[in-house]
C-alpha cells in the first residue's frame, strides 16, 4: 500500500482541501484578532465572551452532527450523479436542523446562565466571578438571533461542498469574516461615531456577519441552478422518499448523538480543567483561540477525505477509495508534524497580544507547546474518523471518537482535578496523552476495511 501519491494526487487534494484552508484559515485569524479585541477590554470580558461560546459550540456540533448523516449519501449520491438524490438530503437538512433550531434556542436562552456558572466554581483570584458572569450572559442573548442564518448556512454549504463546489462557500466565509472584523472594531471600541458596546458589540458583528454569509450562499446557488441542480424544486415540498428518510436516520443518528457527546465532552473538559481557577479559563482561551488557527490545515484535509473517499465510494470504485484514504492520512499526520513544529515557535508571541496578567500569558504559553506535542496525533485520529464516516460506518466513528473522550480521557480528568494536586500543566499532559489509545483504535478499523461500503447503490 502506497502511502505517497504523485504529483496528480496532491493536486486535486488541493483542488478541493486549499479553498477550505483558506476559508477557516482567514476566518480562524479573525477569531484571534476578534478574540484578542474583546480581551484588551479585560479578563473578566475575554473569559464570559470564552465560556458563552462554549455553549454555541455545543450547538454547532449538533448542527454539523445533524447534518453530517445526510452528507455522507449527498457526496455518494454526488459520485453517482444522481441529483435528485443531493436534493433528498438537502430537504433532510433543512427539517432536521429546523428541529435542531427550535431545541438549542430554548435551551440556550433558559439554562444559558445556569451553564456559565459551572466555569465559575474555581478558585477567582484576580478575576470578579459575577462581572464574568455578566458579561458572558449578555453576550449569549445577542449571539442567540444567529443561529438561524447559521444553522441555513451550515445546510447550504455543506450540500455546495458535497457537489465539489467548495470556492463559493469560502468566498461566503470570508465576506462574513471581514464584515466582522471590521465591525467588531467600530462597536467594541466605539470607533469613528459608533457606541463603545463592550462585549455585546461583538455579539452584534457576529450576527450580523452570519446573515451576510447566509444571503450570499442562498442568492449564488439559486443563480447557479443550472450547476447545483439539487437546488431545483428543492422548496416546492419537504417530500421525503420515507426508506430514504429511514436510511439517513439510521447512518445519521450516531453522527449526531457523536457531536453531541463530543462536544458536551470537550466542555465538560474545559469545566473540570477551569477547577483549578479563573486563570485556567483565560489562559485556555488564550491557547485554545491560537491552536484553532493551526488547527486548520489537518481540519480541512479530514473534510477532503470525507468528499474524496465518499464520492469514490459513491461511485463503486473501492479500491481507489482505499489508496485515496491512506494517502489523505499519511499527508494529514505529515501536516500535523509541520503544525506542531510551527506552534511551539509562536506559542511565546500569541498570549503578549492580550491585556491580561503575566500569569495568564505565560501558561497560555505552556499550554500552546504541550498542545502542539500531541497534533500529530490529533491528526491522524481526525483522518481516521473521516475515512471511516465517509463509508456510511457512522455507529463506529460513535464508539471511535465520543467513546474514547467519555470512557477515557474525561475520567482521567476528573480524578486529578479532584482528587489530586497537580498543576494544570500535568493535569493537560495526562488527559491529552490518554488519546493515544485512538491511534491502535483507528488503525485496527483502517486495516479491517468494513469502511469500504456503498450506501446510495439501489437506494
Known sequence: MKFVGDKNFYKRVMTVTLPMIIQNGISNFVNLLDNIMVGQTGTEQMSGVSIANQIFFVYMLCIFG????????????????????????????????????????????????????????????????????????????????????????????????????????MVASL?????????????????FGFPELGVNGAAIATTISRFVECIYLVIWTARHSSRMQFIKKAFRSLYLPWKLA?????????????????????????????????????AMNI??????????????????????????LGAGKMDEA?????????????????????????????????NTTEEIRHLAMVLLMLLAIFMPIDAFCNACYFTIRSGGKTLITFIFDSMALWVVCIPVAFVIGHYTDLPITWMFICVNGAKIVKIFIGTYLLKKGTWKHNIVNDK
Open 175 to 191: 465576506m462574513a469574516v471581514f464584515i466582522n472584523l471590521v465591525l467588531n472594531y467600530l462597536l467594541i471600541f466605539g470607533k
Open 66 to 169: 445533524a447534518t453530517s448523516g445526510a452528507g455522507i449519501f449527498g457526496a455518494q449520491y454526488y459520485g453517482k450523479n444522481d441529483h435528485e438524490g443531493v436534493r433528498y438530503t438537502f430537504r433532510f437538512k433543512l427539517i432536521i436542523c429546523a428541529i435542531m433550531l427550535t431545541i438549542g434556542t430554548t435551551v440556550i436562552y433558559v439554562f444559558g446562565p445556569d451553564f456559565i456558572n459551572l466555569f465559575l466554581l474555581g478558585e477567582a483570584g484576580t478575576s470578579d466571578p459575577v462581572a464574568t458572569l455578566n458579561y458572558g450572559v449578555g453576550y449569549s442573548k445577542i449571539i442567540l438571533y444567529g443561529l438561524l442564518p447559521f444553522t441555513l448556512a451550515s445546510c447550504y454549504a455543506g450540500t455546495l461542498r458535497e457537489c465539489g463546489e467548495t470556492y463559493h462557500p
Open 322 to 354: 482505499e489508496d485515496t484514504a491512506h494517502k489523505l492520512i499519511a499527508f494529514s499526520v505529515f501536516a500535523g508534524l509541520v503544525v506542531s513544529g510551527l506552534m511551539v515557535l509562536t506559542a511565546p508571541i500569541f498570549p503578549k497580544l492580550y
Open 287 to 312: 491557547m485554545s483561540v491560537a491552536a484553532n488557527l493551526f488547527r486548520v490545515i489537518f481540519m480541512s484535509l479530514g473534510n477532503a477525505v470525507a468528499i474524496m473517499v465518499g464520492q469514490l
Open 246 to 282: 429511514k436510511d439517513i436516520i439510521r447512518k445519521g443518528l450516531p453522527l449526531m448523538v457523536n457531536e453531541l457527546l463530543f462536544s458536551l465532552g470537550m466542555t465538560t473538559m474545559n469545566q473540570l480543567y477551569s477547577i483549578r481557577g479563573l486563570a485556567v479559563v483565560a
